[in-house]
């Protein structure tokens, strides 16, 4: 989000424990018949067993389809493995795990603690998070990444983008000073750059030597530097994605070369600041016009990757549904929605005064914005599904699963959205022939579902999607294991570990 630096300044938060849940990375491990989705965007095929060995996918074997049975012959890997570790899945789901590429380690105002954010993240598949900004700080984050790397914790793999700027003690305003910067984060270890706009001298060398050094980069275009650098100028310094949605309405103006702000706006006013969001996309380009399609082209021609963040704006068109979302009873801890409800202190806490006048305008943006970004995918273009939870009523994991969705109403269909969330994701952090997709030789991160995820995007979510069997409610969450590093987590209990979180720091905090 924005604010980067209000977020969860000065407080630490606390470090995971030692690892206690899952197997060990060094076991053999055989998933028998289990249907295969592989997240290039091919169809599920199986029944199949899928060897892990040493944390990488060794053998896929189709046992079902006769053109590979003959070209791997007749093998069994449970006699060729005696010693594996074989998990027996008929009617089970495969997919790779989830890479959500815009995602924060927040500090104690938005959650109790980093174990409290990984058992959600795990709980809910996802097994890389590509973190864009450092908020809990950059040494933290960094730690965090090679315990995780090392399997020490129970974590996702971690990818950690240093917000610009941070540790400057100062604005950095000159091309010098922004390569100097940029030298010493890598040094120190981090995988790339966060920016929130800035000068535009110290943004073209910061990018210039970002991608000397091979690092990633991400920016939000915030408002205030939008005049001077939007979403196409960083484009064509080299910048890797563009998060959320600023800075493109303003890269397809042709009539005007600034929004038509109200007299009245202030950029520190934050609820009016949302509040022109909306009507931003209205004043823009209309789909499959001239600078529209000039747009996408050039995006396109410079290899920009979109990762909307859609989830974490869908308050805006309707308040009362993010507040009242199902998972809060269950697994939103009393001080992320402390920071949730309205409040000028805390980043995105905006819905104080949030009404029909606001919400209207932001239902038609989606619309031209959700065509924007469809379309890009369409022509060729990457986009990749990222959640910015631990603002805005969505809860860590949570929202990932609800920005699928979203990618779905927008016009993806299931097996891109598949393909958004997992080999999209692991491409623009550079790990695509790591990660990403179901393939020998791939490190094995892997999601084991109860059920086919491309029918109902909803059995993916935590609390579970709403049924009703022999006229009972009951509620079915898909996600059986989640396998990070051929390390098998057993998500429930992993969700289950967070529910008794949630219920600890009710009680400690009270009322
Ligand atoms: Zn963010």
């Not at 700080?137 to 974590?155: P, Y």
């Not at 369409?378 to 949570?398: A, W």
């Not at 084991?448 to 935590?462: D, M």
Request: hydrophobic content about 40%; some cysteine.
């Amino acid at each position: 989000m924005a604010e980067e630096q209000q977020a969860s300044a000065g407080a630490t938060q606390k470090a995971a424990p030692d690892r206690a849940e899952g197997t060990s990375p060094h076991d053999t491990v055989i998933l028998r018949s289990v249907y295969v989705i592989d997240g290039t965007g091919a169809p599920p095929y199986g029944p199949a067993d899928i060897v892990i060995d040493k944390g990488r996918i060794l053998h896929i074997i189709d046992t079902s389809d006769p053109i590979s049975l003959g070209l791997m012959g007749a093998f069994d890997p449970v006699a060729a493995y005696p010693d594996a570790r074989v998990y027996d899945l008929p009617g089970h789901f495969v997919m790779p795990g989830l890479v959500d590429s815009h995602a924060h380690i927040l500090g104690p105002s938005q959650a109790p603690s980093a174990e409290y954010i990984y058992k959600l993240w795990l709980g809910h598949g996802v097994t890389t998070i590509r973190d864009v900004g450092s908020l809990a700080g950059l040494d933290f984050t960094l730690s965090e990444a090679r315990r995780s790397a090392a399997n020490d914790i129970t974590a996702p793999r971690i990818h950690a983008n240093a917000f610009f700027g941070m540790g400057a003690g100062g604005e950095i305003t000159t091309a010098h000073d922004a390569a100097r910067w940029v030298q010493s984060i890598a040094e120190r270890g981090a995988d790339g750059v966060k920016f929130f706009g800035a000068a535009p001298a110290a943004f073209e060398a910061a990018l210039t030597e970002v991608n000397k050094l091979g690092l990633d980069s991400a920016c939000h275009h915030a408002q205030r530097r939008v005049s001077q650098v939007n979403a196409m100028t960083s484009a064509r310094w080299g910048l890797r994605s563009v998060e959320h949605w600023y800075g493109l309405p303003e890269a397809m103006f042709r009539d005007r070369t600034v929004q038509n702000h109200a007299p009245t706006y202030n950029y520190s006013d934050e609820p009016a600041r949302y509040a022109s969001g909306g009507p931003l996309w209205l004043q823009t380009a209309e789909p499959g016009s001239r600078p529209w399609v000039e747009t996408l082209q050039e995006l396109l021609s410079l290899g920009t990757t979109l990762s909307p963040t859609f989830n974490i704006y869908i308050g805006h068109r309707d308040a009362a549904r993010v507040r009242n979302s199902e998972w809060h009873a269950d697994f939103t801890a009393p001080q992320l929605w402390d920071f949730f409800e309205p409040s000028h202190d805390s980043h995105g806490s905006v819905y104080g005064d949030w009404g029909t006048e606001q919400e209207i305008p932001w239902r038609r943006a989606y619309t031209r914005w959700m065509a924007f970004v469809n379309d890009y995918k369409n022509m060729g273009g990457r986009v990749t599904v990222g959640s910015d939870s631990g603002f805005i009523y969505k809860t860590y994991g949570f929202g990932l699963i609800e920005e699928m969705e979203l990618f779905r109403e927008a016009g993806f269909h299931p097996l891109e959205v598949l393909r958004s969330a997992t080999l999209a994701s692991a491409q623009l952090i550079g790990l695509g022939d790591e990660i990403g997709s179901l393939e020998p030789g791939k490190r094995a991160d892997l999601v084991v579902l109860t059920e086919n995820p491309l029918a109902n995007l909803k059995v993916l979510y935590g609390h579970g999607a709403l049924r009703y069997v022999g006229g009972k409610a009951t509620r079915t969450a898909a996600i059986k294991y989640t396998i990070k590093d051929g390390v098998v987590f057993d998500a429930e209990r992993l969700r289950n570990d967070v529910r008794h979180i949630v219920a600890e720091e009710r009680e400690r905090l009270g009322p």
